[in-house]
């Protein structure tokens, strides 16, 4: 393998989120192995250091925009990875997608609107529905046989009881780690066109998607979708830069994206970074052999857990990812449920994992580290299950 995965970096004291801002359970420079947040312990990619090295040396950072090697840059990956032809006035640069979701919720509907989102959720959609004050309507995913379902006759009961105005469609699934099939997409868009429903598609992982699964544009799966869709994608998940926060948001229809871009206005918010930006550019230019190489070593962590949890901790079911690089277990054998396990896990074992709303028992546990890292947190996991 070109790169080395394998190598463990000492992260602590570089302003990392992961390490040195440890959250309710963690203290900081204690002797935890964070598995929690959603980014890696692998370096980005050899281009998007050699990009951000040139501009850093040149020394000036005045105010910066993007031009037509940016869009060709992020076109170029939409339309090789994704099969997602974009034309450029789709375009709309945001500086993370959460800011972007947040904006567009405050664009497109009112205090007290209702928003779709299924259950178990990623927490920063409940915090952002709460935050702007508009009203969670819940979809709950159905475990079956150790996959998560859409129950589409709630899904349409939800919408039609709450007069729902806008659903946050998540794809590929953070937490549980689905990737959702053609059929399901269909499914879902068909309900939500039937009764105006506009959907926000966060396809935030796309990059992260396992044989045999494939990501699929939502927007793209019919015509019709293109007018009620609103396309998040970022390089930061793919190429570990969430440190420069930049994503690319896709509007078609014209009336959704003036909306939007007025509320982006009136929040003073432009475009992005020089960092970002350049960042971006040489990572959807150059990244793709990086990302082929990742994506083989993040399978083999993959199959590295399965063995651990079906050999070793039978305690535990493990639930087989389709995508991201998010594990999502089922831990409810053990009888400890929300925080009271997640702050077991983090006090006994020093293991730092996140929880999800909507999920009792449940652990979300982020394998995108060199292998020894996970060794290190399985092996305390094991020693601290077994004293329960
Ligand atoms: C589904 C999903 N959307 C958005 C984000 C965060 O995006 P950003 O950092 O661009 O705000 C995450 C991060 O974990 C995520 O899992």
Request: hydrophobic share 40%; proline share 5%.
């Amino acid at each position: 393998m070109a790169y080395n995965f394998d190598e463990v970096i000492d992260r602590t004291n570089t302003n990392s989120v992961k390490y040195d801002f440890p959250g309710r359970y963690g203290l900081p420079g204690y002797n935890y192995v964070p598995l929690w947040i959603a980014d890696m312990d692998f370096r980005s990619p050899p281009c998007v250091h050699d990009a951000l090295t040139e501009r850093v040396d040149h020394g000036i950072f005045g105010y910066s925009d993007s031009d037509d090697t940016y869009f060709c840059a992020v076109s170029g990956w939409m339309e090789k990875r994704h099969g997602f032809t974009i034309e450029p006035e789709w375009l709309v640069k945001t500086q993370g997608v959460i800011p972007a979701i947040s904006a567009i919720l405050c664009a497109l509907t009112k205090q007290n609107d209702s928003i779709l989102i299924q259950y178990p959720s990623y927490n920063m959609f409940n915090r952002i529905i709460e935050k702007t004050k508009r009203k969670i309507v819940k979809n709950a995913l159905v475990l079956e046989d150790g996959k998560y379902k859409i129950d589409f006759a709630d899904f349409e009961k939800q919408i039609v009881r709450n007069g729902v105005k806008l659903f946050i469609l998540c794809n590929p699934y953070n937490p549980v780690g689905r990737v959702w099939t053609a059929e399901e997409l269909t499914q879902m868009g068909d309900i939500c066109l039937k009764h105006g429903v506009v959907v926000i598609a966060d396809e935030i992982h796309q990059d992260f998607v396992f044989a045999p699964h494939k990501h699929l544009v939502f927007a793209k799966l019919k015509p019709a979708f293109e007018n009620i869709t609103i396309t998040c994608t970022a390089p930061t998940k793919t190429f570990n830069i969430s440190g420069l926060p930049i994503s690319n948001i896709f509007i078609v229809d014209e009336d959704l994206r003036e909306k939007i871009t007025e509320e982006l206005s009136m929040r003073g918010q432009f475009g992005a970074g020089v960092l970002e930006i350049l960042a971006c550019q040489a990572a959807y230019a150059n990244g793709d052999k990086w990302l082929d190489s990742l994506l083989q070593y993040l399978a083999e962590n993959i199959a590295y857990s399965r063995n651990f949890f079906h050999g070793k901790l039978p305690e535990i079911d493990f639930i087989e990812p389709e995508g991201t690089y998010l594990l999502w277990l089922d831990c409810r054998k053990l009888g400890l449920w929300a925080k009271e396990l997640e702050a077991y896990i983090a006090d006994e074992a020093q293991v730092l994992l996140n929880r999800a709303p909507g999920a009792e028992g449940f652990l979300r546990i982020n394998i995108a580290c060199p292998r020894a890292t996970l060794e290190k947190a399985y092996l305390r996991l094991a020693q601290a299950i077994k004293k329960l």
